[in-house]
């Protein structure tokens, strides 16, 4: 018994003087979806910022594919030294387990932080059309059920917000999958759709030039740069598609290191580079919370996006 | 503004960027397994941290010299190094054979060059234009698209077509593996998660051509008493005289525009447009039947189309923020990231650095032909090396090129399945290239077919006349070639009866 | 002979490429359908049955090709002796050995690690494509070859390039 009591006491002493000389060595995020997108963008500025914090190199690696699924179905159970972390964003953490493309939520992980808020989707349509707002748009479909061509990519967030035009705000559009966003505003300026869905910095200089006009935001609160813009949640309350971006570390990972690693990314988050990068890449500012923040957040989203899943 | 994108460019430390992507892009390129796509995927991180200048122009650096090394080992070798080099083997390799791997490899640079210009050329003056027109191909017209580039698949096939479209139709059936269009259902997968992402096209190109070539060098090593085929390759030049240049000058033109035209049309890409051109250039010539025979007509095609597509490529990437490819896809995210928004507002927003980018495609297409012509010497010595050591280093990369395709080891395992496969159809006399356009079309087919039939009820095909055209050039296309396919076959017979 | 054996490279891959394609029918029930937004009766599996169907119809092309060449060949009544299975597939020993190491290294590579696997196959590949009689003379550069570019390419491409190259048991180069 004593021996057994010592021996725990050696595993106890040898794990804590573990966490306290972590990090020791490379850190690795792997990024859920592919390089040159935004959700690896912020993560490799995280990672940049991390290894000034944190004194070790922290490599991104994107191991992509199937909206990031790929990538979260194979690190959930990956090592849980506190040396792998996976960098994702929430509209595809939560979205799909919603619409049914895997089976496991956030709660398969130990989520680390929420650490940035993309610049969200704008309802957009071509400024010939006579559709001023969002309410304009649904009442006309209504008015000519099935003519209204509402473009969409079916799975992903735009597509949960179609499920909620539909089931919630009665829209009668045709919808049409028209794929990523670079495909739909391809089928929007080419006039093979009526109306559609565009992240805000892809539209942004066609809404400038006058070619489009954006109705309304999807977010649940305008950012903070471009704050003049109507919230879609104004004509439907539940209309509301906030993506943020999520690290997030193998189940089981010792809550102490998971910790360590919220404490450094809220270090990285709270510096004034930080704000510069974000405010000039996203139009937001600084977003990210603690390791309690980040599970009530997720939670919130998770809840949300699971009360759509009838429509789904 | 002009003038600043060229400072821009002008820079030593840019213009070292340059040197050294087109360097890098070249060895990716020239490397099977290892393509330009993934280049520019390697290095985007790296070019974060750089002014937006420099960085953007390595990126298109490593595009220009990713996509001309493919024809190194093409011709060399018998792989094609990108996917956009496919038909660069089809006379490249007999070419090389014969005794002429120098007059090809030169072939294929100067004609590389000479497609890059054109397209950048293209790219400078008719960006505007073009892009309208491409705005008019949406789901019908990919639909009756997809369908006219497949049906090419009757004309690559020579005498045995049901052979020929058992290969394609096996090649979009090996495609409908993983999730599906649209709706995002797993399809084929067995269970396996890493069956969801589908296949990807270099890891069918490592099996098809890089496996097999191991595997039938493995058959004769009993046979082959001489290991080094060539002991002194002439290098004289670029390999062909002025005269022969001047002669190829059209099917170059033609090629350059194919290329141009596939390259402004998103979803296609290189290896299709190297293929539809060689199938044309094939087609409207007057010596068909020496194509595949190892002439230099065959090599024209191919690499002035695959280098022309990537002006073509920059067309809707540059002026409507929509990229072609996976390369181009790359290439835009290295834009967003330093800021430069492409669209309609890039020419008064991001005037300069659209400037700066066409001046880095010049520089790069400069550092390209040089590099590659000085390089032809030792590009021409791979020949010496032994095979026997040099086929399984080969190997080796291609496993590390699936490998990194995805991050994934997984795909090693379908590389040697798809090896299999190949060598299997290669015994069985079935073709392995009409599979590529099977593989890269059929998904393009099916995303749109089913958009089409979302459509149907608010827009009903006579709205359509591109599609309308399109489709009868399809069956046209199909009833004349296999017209010419019974014809050769009939000679055929008729020959081996005498 | 070679004209003889013809209606063969008809019948065996026809009869293959059909299995396969039923083989691929009977998958297709079991996709689930897409029922949500913007669902059309041309679901996903439409084009399945229509690449499975063309598959199967050509491979029965195929073999109805080469049963009336095979009654060509009878009427000609020239039967040929094929060689026995057995020592066709002697003839191809290094292509049966080389898929074999081939497969054993992607097999062993994720838990083994690149850099052994990678040095033994090399090393293996080389002398399945040298002639048995030149194997004393090769077998000291293969090796050498073998594990300079074991260590070489992962040295590159794990450390310099950050593709994913499995580690393995030993943990090399981290």
């Not at chain 3, 009869?15 to 679901?43: D, E, H, R």
Request: aromatic share 10%; with cysteine; net charge neutral.
């Amino acid at each position: 018994m004593k021996k057994l009591l010592s021996a725990l006491f050696l595993v106890v002493l040898l794990a804590t003087s573990a966490f306290a000389a972590w990090p020791e060595k490379t850190i690795n995020i792997y990024v859920t979806h592919s390089a040159g997108g935004d959700t690896d963008y912020m993560a490799r500025q995280l990672a940049a910022g991390l290894e000034k914090v944190l004194g070790v190199s922290v490599v991104c690696t994107n191991v992509t594919g199937a909206n990031g699924a790929t990538c979260m179905t194979q690190y959930k159970d990956g090592d849980k030294d506190g040396y792998t972390f996976i960098a994702t964003n929430t509209a595809a953490l939560n979205g799909n387990e919603a619409t049914g493309m895997v089976d496991f939520g956030y709660s398969a992980f130990e989520p680390v932080s929420v650490y940035g808020i993309q610049s969200g989707e704008n309802i957009v349509v071509p400024a010939a059309s006579p559709y001023k707002n969002l309410k304009e748009l649904i009442d006309a479909s209504i008015a000519k059920p099935g003519q209204i061509k509402l473009g969409i990519s079916t799975g992903g967030g735009v597509y949960i917000m179609a499920c909620v035009l539909t089931n919630i705000g009665k829209a009668q559009f045709n919808i049409i999958d028209n794929g990523d966003a670079a495909n739909r505003l391809t089928a929007l300026l080419g006039g093979a759709i009526d109306a559609t869905s565009l992240p805000y910095s892809t539209a942004a200089d066609y809404i400038e030039k006058g070619q489009l006009r954006s109705l309304c935001t999807v977010l649940s609160k305008a950012p903070t740069l471009i704050p003049n813009q109507p919230s879609a949640s104004a004509v439907i309350p539940e209309l509301k598609m906030d993506t943020e971006y999520a690290l997030l570390a193998p189940k089981g990972t010792p809550a102490e290191l998971v910790k360590a690693m919220n404490d450094a990314v809220l270090k990285v988050c709270g510096a004034p580079e930080w704000k510069e990068m974000v405010n000039k890449f996203s139009f937001q500012d600084p977003f990210y919370f603690d390791v309690e923040g980040t599970l009530k957040n997720l939670k919130e989203q998770r809840e949300l996006f699971q009360s759509f899943e009838p429509f789904l | 503004m002009i003038f600043e994108g060229l400072m821009a460019i002008c820079q030593p430390l840019t213009v070292l960027w340059i040197a050294l992507g087109v360097a890098v892009g070249i060895i990716f390129g020239a490397i099977p397994g290892l393509t330009a796509t993934m280049a520019i995927v390697m290095f985007l991180p790296v070019t974060y941290s750089m002014a937006a200048s420099e960085g953007i122009a390595m990126l298109m650096a490593l595009y220009i010299g990713g996509i001309s090394g493919g024809l190194i080992s093409a011709i060399l070798l018998n792989i094609p190094g990108t996917p956009s080099s496919v038909a660069t083997c089809f006379d490249g390799k007999p070419m090389a054979n014969k005794g002429q791997a120098g007059r090809a490899l030169g072939t294929g640079v100067v004609f590389s060059f000479l497609g890059t210009l054109i397209g950048i050329a293209i790219l400078v003056v008719l960006a505007p234009a073009l892009c309208a027109f491409a705005l008019k191909f949406q789901a019908y017209e990919y639909c009756a698209l997809a369908l006219f580039s497949l049906s090419m698949v009757v004309a690559l096939t020579g005498s045995d077509m049901p052979k020929g479209l058992i290969s394609a139709v096996l090649g979009a059936l090996l495609a409908t593996v993983g999730l599906a269009p649209i709706d995002s259902r797993a399809r084929f997968t067995f269970g396996i998660f890493q069956l969801n992402n589908g296949f990807a096209l270099v890891v069918l190109l490592i099996g098809l051509f890089a496996i097999s070539e191991v595997m039938s060098f493995a058959e004769s090593v009993r046979k082959k008493q001489e290991y080094t085929v060539e002991q002194n390759v002439k290098m004289k030049g670029a390999g062909f005289s002025f005269v022969e240049f001047l002669a190829q000058i059209p099917n170059a033109i033609v090629s350059a525009l194919i290329g141009v035209g596939i390259g402004i049309l998103p979803g296609i890409g290189g290896g299709v447009s190297c293929m539809i051109s060689y199938t044309v250039s094939k087609n409207t010539s007057r010596h068909r039947e020496l194509y595949g025979t190892g002439i230099m007509d065959g090599v024209v095609a191919s690499e002035t189309a695959n280098n022309a597509t990537i002006g073509g490529a920059m067309i809707p990437l540059l002026s409507l923020g929509i990229p072609g490819d996976a390369a181009t896809a790359m290439l835009l995210g290295g834009l967003m990231i330093h800021n430069v928004a492409p669209g309609p507002l890039i020419y008064e927003k991001n005037g300069a650095v659209v400037y700066a980018i066409f001046f880095s495609m010049l520089l790069a297409a400069v550092f390209m032909l040089l590099f590659m012509l000085w390089g032809m010497r030792f590009f021409v010595s791979v020949l010496k090396v032994p095979k026997n050591y040099l086929l399984p280093i080969v190997m080796v990369l291609c496993g590390i090129g699936a490998i990194g395709n995805a991050n994934q080891v997984f795909d090693t395992y379908a590389m040697v399945g798809f090896g299999l496969m190949a060598y299997l159809m290669i015994k069985a006399r079935i073709p392995t290239v009409p599979m590529i356009l099977g593989f890269i079309l059929g998904p393009t087919f099916e995303e749109n077919l089913r958009r089409v039939s979302q459509l149907s009820s608010s827009d009903p095909f006579w709205n359509h006349p591109i599609f309308c055209v399109l489709i009868l050039a399809t069956v046209l296309v199909v009833i004349f070639s296999a017209r010419a396919n019974l014809r050769d076959a009939k000679r055929e017979e008729e020959l081996k009866n005498n | 002979m070679k004209n003889r054996d013809n209606y063969k490279m008809d019948i065996i891959p026809g009869v293959i490429l059909a299995l396969f394609s039923l083989f691929y029918m009977c998958q297709i029930p079991g996709i689930k359908i897409f029922k949500g937004l913007g669902s059309t009766p041309l679901n996903n599996h439409f084009v399945p049955w229509l690449w499975s169907g063309g598959l199967l119809f050509l491979s029965v092309w195929l073999i109805v090709r080469g049963i009336l060449k095979y009654r060509r060949v009878k009427a000609d009544g020239v039967e040929n002796q094929g060689a026995s299975l057995l020592s066709a597939l002697a003839d191809k020993r290094e292509v049966i050995l080389s898929f074999i190491a081939l497969t054993l290294y992607v097999a062993f590579m994720n838990s083994v690690g690149f850099v052994i696997t990678t040095t033994v196959y090399v090393f293996v590949q080389i002398l399945l494509l040298t002639p048995t009689e030149r194997w004393s003379r090769n077998i000291v550069p293969a090796a050498i070859t073998a594990l300079i570019a074991g260590c070489l390419l992962f040295y590159i491409f794990r450390s310099t390039l950050n593709v994913l190259l499995p580690v393995g048991l030993f943990g090399f180069g981290l």
